[in-house]
């Protein structure tokens, strides 16, 4: 029972609080999937934007809740204007130049912020303080605020998609693109800011997890290769998916490193993914034929 | 006609000669040397800071006629922070750019691999940043040399403050790759010999985003004092999650030399506070020759040294060697190393012990206060550097085991 409480339950704790950050990070990246049939490489680097732009508005304004609205607003421009200048010119084209062009997009937004604020680590203070004791050990509030902010953020997207006529738009566009333009729908602009909306989503993940993580131009690379399974897992298009794969490897993480060297943790984790690619290419939810 | 080609044809003897005789005259031999590093990754800080140190060495040489009469030229290369690259661009700059010294890498792991090449090639190789103990014993060969004070001298210098003035239960907190098992080997074993007891030991992979999984097995440890082995992003994202669990004031925190630069502890002041280590400089060390090599540097590069100073120190060294030798060929460049002394490095006097090639070096005791390095013990070359071990293993019959007292 010792064991459970004082060892066990705050692992659990530690999961679901990464994982659900994964999660938010992961949902932008899978939509675009869905959606735009283009696995964005890029996508780390507008996680590490948001971080970086909520540096810039902090600086500002000392406001982590000014920044927590201005960063996702201001990466979410850039990536409208990045889906309108560079990616919507190839949908007609083969998925690998859409992959290949993505690749270099995070390599001159990478350089670009090493340009701007240099190669140093930096750091964003908690805008929410102390710690709660929780398990028999005292819990950080932010990582607290963290998980409630993230699960309330997947609620909302959630009922976005399936309740919001923009949400609808969106889904249907995933499914067949040609009959929603048939039916008078600007098909161009959903894509624009489905994909705006998804770099906003990245932004508010690099943003959020910035006080834990700190802030440095490799932060999305890292994060990156941990979101692509998680669609991979989840099944590539599928939200719920990405929600529940994010979540398992958040849990799986934590509670496998009790027991096994984290080094390999890390190898189970690639060795999962290997094996659901082998037994089931579409992942847990994915749709039957993607991959397949 | 033919007077107008043979004007033609003593234009363009006169031409040739002219572009012939050119470079003797305008330009200086040229010697090159090879700055390997972290330009990206978890390390990315110190590479840049081995490259400034490098930088302002050569200035500083070429303001006085070079070495040998050659002009120095610095060529940089990333190494990605991994081994394979590092092997990759040291072969580059040995065999494409024909340096006369490689100075790298930053990582410990890119480091030992380095070191395959170097030997390979006999190509002089000085580690300024690196730490792992395999590089002065199994890893061995006569064109090495360094001046980072590694594992084995750390834990000499540090062990016995810990154990005296700080605790004696020490939970072991490593990062896990060459230079965080190194430490975590040499710390235990200087630890248990002192009479301290190691009530934990856990390491984490480099790079590691999230460290909480661990605290719970720090906390049912137990320890007065929580040794980290960590450096680069790793040491900042670790104390800042310490830090949020009420960690960093529950055990009193010592750590390894590089884990953070000074340039980091201003942003992090606060979790650090009180923080031990061991390290060999710091702009506020009062030694006048430590100041006065910081103050040229301020003056460079607008910001305090840091690790650069190593790097700095070495090329003095080599350059000192290669007037010696007068010559660059290797062999004898490296025997002009051996029980050689430079007396204008950064904390003035140096000499390189002959027989493993490491500088005996004096390191200072600091605590953070107020996001300052400040010196509060200073510990001889002479008492730290440990026996010549060449080829042995310092430690061997090493285990992880903990022993229950």
Redesign the interface.
């Known amino acids: 029972m010792d064991y459970l409480v ?2 066990l339950l ?2 659990l704790l ?2 679901l609080v ?1 994982g659900a950050a994964l999660g938010l990070l992961a949902l932008g990246l899978t939509v675009i999937f869905g959606l735009l049939g283009v696995m964005n490489f890029a996508h780390g680097e507008l996680y590490m934007l948001g971080a970086y732009a909520g540096i810039a508005v902090v600086g500002v304004t000392h406001s982590f809740w000014t920044a927590l609205i201005v960063a996702p607003l201001a990466v979410g421009a850039i990536g409208a204007v990045t889906e309108v200048t560079t990616l919507r010119p190839l949908y007609r084209r083969e998925p690998l130049y859409g992959l290949i062009l993505t690749f270099g997009l995070a390599l001159v937004f990478r350089e670009a912020v090493r340009q701007i604020w240099g ?5 964003i203070l ?1 805008p929410v303080t102390g ?1 709660t004791p929780l398990l028999g ?4 509030n ?2 607290l605020f963290l998980l409630a902010a993230s699960s309330i953020l997947l609620l909302a997207i959630w009922l976005f998609f399936t309740k919001t006529r923009a949400g609808i738009l969106v889904r249907a566009a995933v499914q067949d693109a040609e009959m929603l333009d048939g039916l008078g729908v600007n098909v161009p602009r959903v894509f624009t800011l489905t994909f705006a909306g998804s770099a906003a989503l990245a932004a508010l993940a690099g943003l959020l997890l910035a ?4 802030v ?3 932060m999305g690379v ?2 990156i290769l941990l979101a692509f399974i998680v669609v991979i897992l989840g099944g590539m298009g599928s939200m719920g998916g990405s929600v529940v794969a994010a979540l398992v490897i958040g849990l799986a ?2 509670l496998l ?2 027991w096994m ?3 390999r943790v ?1 190898i189970a984790i690639f060795a999962l993914m290997i094996v659901v690619l082998i037994v089931r290419p579409r992942g847990f939810f994915g749709r039957e034929g993607v991959l397949e | 006609m033919k007077r107008l080609t043979w004007g033609f044809t003593v234009l363009v003897a006169l031409a040739a000669l002219v572009w012939a005789g050119a470079p003797a005259v305008s330009q200086p031999k040229v010697v090159k040397i090879g700055d390997l590093g972290s ?4 390390f ?2 110190y590479g ?1 800071y081995q490259t400034w140190g490098v930088q302002m060495a050569v200035e500083e040489l070429n303001a006085k006629g070079g070495v040998l009469g050659h002009k120095i030229e610095v060529v940089s290369e990333d190494d990605e922070t991994k081994p394979a690259p590092a092997v990759r661009k040291a072969e580059k700059l040995i065999l494409q750019d024909d340096v006369k010294l490689l100075v790298g890498a930053v990582s410990s792991g890119a480091t030992l691999a380095v070191m395959d090449v170097t030997k390979k090639h006999k190509t002089i190789h000085w580690n300024s940043v690196s730490c792992a103990e395999f590089m002065r014993t199994t890893k061995f060969h006569k064109y090495y040399f360094s001046n980072q004070p590694d594992s084995r001298m750390q834990a000499n210098g540090l062990a016995k403050y810990i154990v005296d003035k700080m605790g004696k239960k020490v939970y072991i907190f490593y990062t ?1 790759y060459a230079m965080g098992q190194s430490d975590g080997r040499q710390f235990k074993t200087a630890l248990e010999k002192l009479g301290g007891e190691v009530v934990g030991v856990a ?3 480099l ?4 460290f ?6 720090i ?2 440890s137990n320890p007065d004092v929580l040794f980290v082995a960590f450096a ?2 790793d040491s ?2 670790l104390m ?2 310490l830090h ?3 960690m960093t004031k529950k055990y009193k925190m010592a750590g390894i030399d590089c884990f953070l630069l000074q ?2 502890l201003a ?2 002041a606060e979790p650090m506070e009180g923080f031990v280590q061991l390290n060999h400089f710091s702009p506020y060390n009062p030694d006048a020759n430590m100041q006065a090599y910081n103050a040229r540097f301020k003056k460079k590069f607008g910001t305090d040294a840091n690790i650069a100073a190593g790097s700095y120190d070495a090329v003095l060294f080599w350059a000192a060697a290669v007037e010696k030798a007068k010559s660059f060929d290797p062999d004898k460049v490296a025997e002009a190393h051996e029980g050689m002394c430079v007396d204008n490095t950064h904390i003035g006097r140096q000499c390189i012990r002959k027989e493993d090639h490491q500088v005996v070096m004096d390191m200072h005791l600091y605590q953070v206060k107020g996001g300052k390095n400040l010196p509060i013990a200073r510990i001889a070359g002479s008492d730290s550097i440990g026996e010549a071990m060449v080829g042995k293993d310092p430690v061997e019959g090493f285990t992880w085991e903990i022993k229950k007292k």
Do not use: C
Request: hydrophobic share 25%; charged share 20%; glycine share 10%.
């Open positions: 004082a060892v705050p692992q530690h999961g990464f190669g140093d680590m930096r750091r908690p710690s050990m005292v819990y950080p932010y990582r006080p834990i993580f700190t440095y131009p490799q890292e994060m993480q934590s490193t009790l060297n984290p080094q890390a | 330009k990206v990754g978890v990315e800080g840049k896990d390491g984490a992979p790079d590691t985003k999230d909480s999984p661990w605290f719970g097995a906390n049912q680069g992003t900042l994202r800042t999650q949020s669990f009420g340039q980091d942003s992090i």
